[in-house]
């Protein structure tokens, strides 16, 4: 069964760059037709969803993040990442990265991590 | 920008029935938007239930339906138990520059 953990700074201050990893345990992040995600929840509000990076390297990203997102993966850690450039108090939010369950984008986000919670604050 | 519409907030008793449903701004909701819902419970992580309008994962419980209904996709519980109560969310596929979309959520009650 696949485990997903996310990784990073609790605390960023504004303007800076957000950069956060998701550890993959029990599969691989290079073999089989995955797509890799990353969603984020506000405190107290609802999800949005960020991006995804296919098996393949294509991105795809929310369109009211795209300019800031960069989404990538490390095969060597099997890790996949996220970046996301010029932060305000509005980025602070509980992050969660995620996994499909398989090559099928209509189940995009099967696989959930726990989550990490990013303050973004001077 | 497209918005994704739930009922804030629903109320339902131990043994009762409870439909959630999930509105688009750009109109009816098909099986083409590949509907999926998860339930989010305080302080975990959000839980894949359904995908594809009505499709069940493995560990989803019987008593979780998903169906499209006049207009919206929607979920129902039939037989609510209490730990039944959590947050639930939906998710709508759009394709072309904004792909995906969740919904505000639902905040469902057993009481």
């Known amino acids: 069964q696949v485990q997903l953990q996310e990784s990073g700074p609790g605390l960023v201050k504004p303007s800076e760059t957000l950069s956060l990893t998701c550890t993959v345990s029990g599969g691989s992040v290079s073999s089989g037709s995955y797509y890799w995600s990353w969603i984020r929840q506000p405190p107290g509000k609802g999800l949005e969803w960020i991006g995804y990076i296919y098996y393949s390297g294509s991105t795809n990203y929310n369109p009211s993040l795209k300019s800031r997102v960069t989404i990538s993966v490390d095969t060597s850690k099997n890790q996949f990442s996220l970046k996301l450039s010029s932060v305000t108090a509005a980025d602070t939010a509980v992050y969660y990265c995620?996994?499909?369950?398989?090559?099928?984008?209509?189940?995009?986000?099967?696989?959930w991590g726990q989550g990490t919670l990013v303050t973004v604050s001077s | 920008q497209t918005v994704v519409t739930q009922e804030p907030s629903l109320t339902v008793s131990p043994g009762g029935t409870v439909t959630l449903t999930c509105a688009s701004s750009?109109?009816?909701?098909?099986?083409?938007?590949?509907p999926n819902w998860f339930q989010q419970k305080p302080g975990q992580a959000p839980r894949a239930l359904i995908y594809?309008?009505?499709n069940k994962h493995s560990w989803t419980p019987a008593r979780f339906s998903g169906s499209l209904l006049g207009g919206k996709a929607a979920l129902t519980l039939s037989g609510v138990q209490p730990e039944d109560e959590a947050e639930y969310y939906c998710?709508?596929?759009?394709?072309?520059?904004?792909?995906?979309?969740f919904g505000g959520g639902t905040k469902l009650t057993v009481l």
């Open positions: 998710l709508l596929y759009y394709g072309g520059a904004q792909p995906w979309v």
């Open positions: 995620a996994r499909s369950w398989d090559s099928r984008w209509e189940l995009l986000l099967v696989y």
């Open positions: 750009t109109g009816a909701v098909t099986s083409g938007y590949y």
């Open positions: 594809s309008t009505s």
